[in-house]
């Protein structure tokens, strides 16, 4: 009873999209001010029957319904409760329906909270949501209906996948389509503004925020799942440029593109007609990620859900939202206004240029992911675009990136002085001196030269951003107290700004130290044997069998000794889960902040009393991902800056008298 | 002149979606062999010990076979052997197999725990043989008709999918031919 209530939800909910779609916009171009305003409850409406839906499939995974096929192909009584309710989105249909209750969240978050929008943008905003969410209920109930009953019911169902079964990968979705779906506003706006003809700094005030909330969940959920393949998969990398892993990251570098264009609007009302297409590529490029995770048309890592049916409907999807808003660009867009006039050394000019190397760098990865798909259609032959290609075409456009990054906020808007701003950054360059020379000294000048330059980037993009914020706070040059008061005052964005460059340079710093000199042993190890690990000494105690809820696993003991002294008892395990008939590598890890030591239990010799055991030290590494939770923190403190507070603006122009009282 | 760079964006768009369309029609894990319809090299294996016989191209004629290259250490054949299992002790089709660079006790002691479903086991001990029948990678399996001539080539491991829509009727198909 309660899947079918779930499934005609959604048919409703269906319908109501229609409704917010179509009224609205008609409203919109008549000027019918009823209409327009159907918008709103609409947008509510169809939040709440999705939410209904999903919730009953929800509880359909957690009561373990077999009679829904859903939760017979991706669930199992003996399923810890954590999975159940994370298993409703690692499937495929799940994972959609996850998909369009972030759709419509969104879609009602800016019909609760757009109250100061004008009314005829926010009626349009509101029907292109309402269009996006057509097409992906259509997609569901047409091809990915999770609502699908079976008879007769079998006794007990097919379990999760294991390598989904854990905690890292069950938040991680969540978070990567709360920031697909998140530039769904973005577009929405963009096509808004399109139909509108008209873009103006408060258009870009409004993006903003919509943009920062979508770009910082985007970066949880991308440093999330590579944390979790850190951990998961075994291999001790931490990023494998997997077509999947790239189509999330195309997202999020033309999402950075869009962030900071976006400013360049709102201060200046320059660079309109790009920012328009940034936000139109943004969105393409994740509708374009769920595309290629779900057609199966590149091979990879991340083959769990794949079905070409399925890939042809977001193909049309995907032609309809992206050609149709593009179609529009190309006959709009040219009657833009344009915008204020400003040098190419500014602020503005800087901006262009984050712009100019992040598309260059979103434009790489594009062709890199898909390289092999283009030759392949051309027929001129099969290829697979690995690691080398990317780290030698993504890196020298992300140095110059970073080295930019760190002056253009020294430069003022219009017109800067870039000999001023270099000498304002002198301290900068010294840090990056002192830290290059401590990394030399550190490693007896081992290592590549590029790490060394790896070592100078994170120092200049953390140095060089506290600098930044050291000078607009006048430290050391006014009284402390009075550089206190200054930064207290400070823009939440100023601040937003500072946190999330600095952090780069900590995630760079991660990545260049576990890249340059990490150590790695393979070897087969009976118990009681030793390794020799960098500074480390791993004994190999002994392998015990444990029981789990739904697994049965060998588990490895190992001590791990630094001259002499205890450091850490590790337990990998490797797990067999019977009803799928897989194993898994649960890695064990020990953590001080400047390094993991990485254990995985692999498998038994032919004689079985011996071991291949992975045995890794990565400096650094969780630098990588403590930057990255920086980088997000500092989106949401930039976040709650005042401008973006809804109705912040509008309360203030409201408080004036409407009249002037007579004297 | 300036209304074109505006259509840009849509044209170059237009462009990734034919490719997308025309990339349905092909699938990525499908690489080419260039031995299709040609006959199988020209080989001879002595067998595992411990089995009576070998393979060698000679074997291949007169019954429909299929020829699984596979190895002790490699973990997706372990994938692959209850697939290989049910082809050959429930479906009736010969199997024979080439053990690939592997070490002789770790082979036998493979099929000892895993089941032996195949006719007949070639040890390629240093993968010479497998050079010629242009092998990418373990397992790989190849389907040959009754005069010895490869019609069928699976790179990477066999599923039940590929089984029941491929390999089952090419079988039935090449048995009915000739």
């Known amino acids: 009873m309660i899947p079918e209530l779930g499934h005609y939800a959604l048919v409703l909910a269906l319908f109501v999209a229609l409704v917010q779609s179509g009224v609205p916009l008609a409203g919109a171009a008549t000027g019918n001010a009823a209409w327009m305003g159907v918008a709103r409850p609409a947008a509510v409406a169809q939040m709440l029957l999705v939410l209904v839906a999903y919730g009953a499939l929800t509880w359909a995974h957690v009561v373990s319904d077999f009679s829904v096929m859903n939760v017979v192909q991706n669930s199992h009584s003996a399923k810890p409760m954590l999975y159940k309710v994370s298993g409703v989105w690692g499937n495929h249909e799940g994972s959609m329906m996850l998909w369009i209750v972030m759709l419509t969240v969104f879609g009602a978050a800016v019909a609760v909270f757009g109250r100061n929008l004008p009314p005829t943008l926010k009626a349009r905003v509101l029907a292109v949501q309402g269009l996006v969410g057509i097409g992906f209920l259509l997609f569901i109930l047409t091809t990915s209906n999770p609502f699908i009953r079976v008879v007769p019911a079998p006794l007990d169902g097919n379990d999760l996948n294991p390598l989904l079964q854990d905690p890292g990968l069950a938040f991680h979705p969540p978070f990567l389509y709360a920031g697909y779906v998140g530039f769904s506003i973005a577009f929405s706006f963009a096509v808004a503004a399109l139909i509108e003809g008209r873009v103006d700094p408060a258009w870009a005030r409004w993006v903003r925020p919509w943009t920062l909330a979508a770009w910082s969940t985007l970066t949880a959920g991308i440093a999330l799942g590579s944390w979790w393949a850190y951990y998961e998969l075994g291999w001790g990398g931490w990023w494998y440029w997997d077509p999947v892993e790239n189509a999330s990251f195309m997202p999020w570098l033309a999402g950075t593109a869009l962030l900071h264009s976006a400013i360049v609007v709102e201060k200046r009302d320059a660079l309109k007609t790009w920012t328009i297409l940034l936000a139109i590529i943004t969105f393409s490029l994740s509708l374009m990620g769920t595309f290629l995770v779900r057609s199966g048309i590149l091979t990879s890592v991340h083959a769990f859900a794949v079905d070409p049916a399925r890939g042809v409907f977001i193909l049309v999807l995907l032609g309809i939202a992206t050609g149709g808003s593009l179609l529009l660009y190309s006959l709009r867009a040219p009657s833009l206004k344009a915008g204020g006039l400003f040098a190419p050394i500014s602020r503005e000019g800087s901006l262009v240029l984050n712009n100019l190397l992040l598309s260059t760098a979103t434009a790489t990865v594009f062709i890199g992911t898909l390289y092999p798909l283009f030759l392949d259609v051309l027929k001129l032959g099969k290829v697979s675009v690995g690691a080398p290609f990317f780290n030698a075409t993504f890196v020298p456009v992300a140095i110059p990136m970073v080295i930019a990054m760190v002056v253009g906020p020294f430069l003022a808007w219009k017109r800067g002085d870039l000999p001023g701003a270099l000498t304002r950054l002198w301290s900068a360059g010294v840090a990056v001196v002192v830290c290059v020379a401590i990394a030399a000294y550190i490693t007896n000048g081992g290592g590549p030269l590029l790490a060394l330059v790896g070592i100078a980037l994170a120092a200049w993009a953390f140095f060089g951003s506290l600098a930044e914020f050291a000078e607009r706070i006048r430290l050391f040059r006014v009284p402390l107290k009075d550089s206190w008061t200054r930064a207290a005052h400070l823009p939440r964005s100023a601040w937003g700004m500072t946190i999330a460059h600095a952090c780069l340079g900590i995630s760079i710093l991660g990545m260049t130290g576990t890249s340059a000199w990490q150590t790695e042993v393979i070897q087969a190890m009976k118990p009681g044997e030793t390794a020799q690990l960098a500074a480390y000494s791993v004994r190999f105690d002994s392998v015990a069998e444990v029981q789990g809820a739904n697994f049965r696993a060998e588990e490895g003991v190992f001590t791990v000794t630094k001259d002499g002294a205890l450091i850490a008892t590790l337990k990998p395990q490797r797990r067999s889960y019977p009803v799928t008939r897989m194993t898994t590598t649960e890695s064990a890890i020990h953590t001080t902040v400047f390094s993991d030591v990485y254990i995985a239990l692999g498998d038994p010799t032919q004689n079985g009393t011996a071991w291949i055991v992975r045995l890794y030290h990565h400096p650094l590494v969780p630098w990588i991902w403590l930057g990255a939770l920086g980088m997000m923190a500092g989106g949401l403190v930039s976040l709650s800056d005042r401008r973006f507070r809804v109705g912040a603006p509008e309360r203030r122009r409201a408080a004036k008298p409407t009249l002037q009282p007579a004297e | ?178």
């Not at chain 2, 592997?102 to 032996?116: C, E, I, S, V, Y």
């Not at chain 2, 010629?132 to 399996?141: K, Q």
């Not at chain 2, 491929?166 to 048995?175: E, F």
Request: glycine fraction near 8%; aromatic fraction near 8%; include cysteine.
């Open chain 2, 1 to 178: 002149m300036r209304r074109l760079i505006f259509l840009l964006p849509l044209l170059l768009f237009v462009g990734v979606g034919v490719a997308f369309l025309l990339g349905f029609e092909r699938d990525p894990r499908d690489i080419p062999s260039a031995l299709i319809d040609k006959p199988a090299p020209d080989f001879t294996l002595p067998p595992l010990p411990g089995h009576k016989e070998g393979v060698s191209s000679a074997m291949l004629k007169g019954d429909v076979t299929l020829v699984n290259v596979f190895a002790s250490w490699c973990i997706p054949c372990k994938a692959e052997h209850p697939v290989i299992t049910r082809l050959s002790k429930e479906l009736g089709v010969t199997v024979r197999g080439i053990n690939y660079k592997d070490k002789t006790g770790d082979a036998l002691d493979w099929l000892k725990r895993n089941g032996d479903p195949y006719a007949s086991i070639g040890a390629d001990l240093d993968g010479r043989v497998s050079i010629d029948w242009g092998v990418y990678g373990v397992p790989e399996t190849y389907l040959i008709d009754r005069q010895g001539r490869i019609r069928f080539k699976q790179v990477g491991p066999l599923t039940p999918q590929v089984v029941d829509e491929q390999i089952l009727p090419m079988v039935k198909h090449l048995r009915a031919a000739s």
